[in-house]
């Protein structure tokens, strides 16, 4: 397993050991001792999976859990999708800027999405089934999200897909309009 850098504090990009061959692959997608030695904090314990299933085109995001907040360990155990990234938090030194990381079946990385960020991915492929564990129940009354298409944030989406969005993202407020609303602090115990 590696670990490796992105621009924004707080998440992590974990590229796992994948032993293959022409019968196949075998990869661990989890280990709580080598997360805990990627940085992933050792309290956290995930308590939930998720799996979903994507056409190519269909943009999923950007949400986020309001009340404690949750993370998340996120990877693409079927296809291809840039995985996308809003840093959420007051007095962070990248409050509103994103970054994103593709995610594939093929080099099997995983993102680890703290708490106080949004996240939403793109599916590159024909097919993206995306896997995900987080460290909160689903609460429908906590959930919430920023418009993928927000310009202040201004994330830069494939230009060669349409994208296809649920109602519920495409009715998503701007990042401005729920800025008194976020419970994320920088640093969290601020």
Request: avoid cysteine; hydrophobic fraction near 35%.
């Given at each position: 397993m590696k670990t490796l850098s992105g621009r924004l504090a707080g998440p992590i990009l974990i590229e796992p050991l994948l032993f293959a061959d022409s019968r196949g692959f075998f990869a661990e997608t989890y280990r709580r001792a080598w997360h805990e030695l990627a940085g992933i904090p050792a309290h956290e314990e995930f308590v939930q999976d998720n799996h979903s299933r994507s056409a190519r085109g269909v943009v999923r995001g950007m949400h986020f859990q309001v009340g404690p907040g949750l993370a998340k360990l996120v990877r693409c155990a079927r296809g291809r999708i840039l995985d996308v990234v809003v840093d959420l938090r007051h007095g962070s030194p990248t409050y509103a800027q994103w970054e994103g990381f593709e995610l594939d079946d093929l080099v099997m990385r995983q993102l680890y999405v703290p708490v106080g960020f949004a996240h939403g991915f793109c599916a590159l492929s024909d097919v993206a089934d995306v896997m995900y564990k987080q460290t909160a129940y689903y609460d429908p009354q906590l959930e919430r999200a920023i418009a993928w298409n927000d310009p202040d944030v201004a994330i830069e989406w494939p230009t060669e897909l349409e994208p296809s969005v649920s109602a519920r993202d495409?009715?998503?407020?701007?990042?401005?309009?729920?800025?008194?609303?976020?419970?994320?602090?920088?640093?969290?115990?601020a």
């Open positions: 495409a009715a998503a407020p701007r990042l401005r309009e729920i800025a008194p609303e976020r419970p994320f602090r920088y640093p969290p115990h």
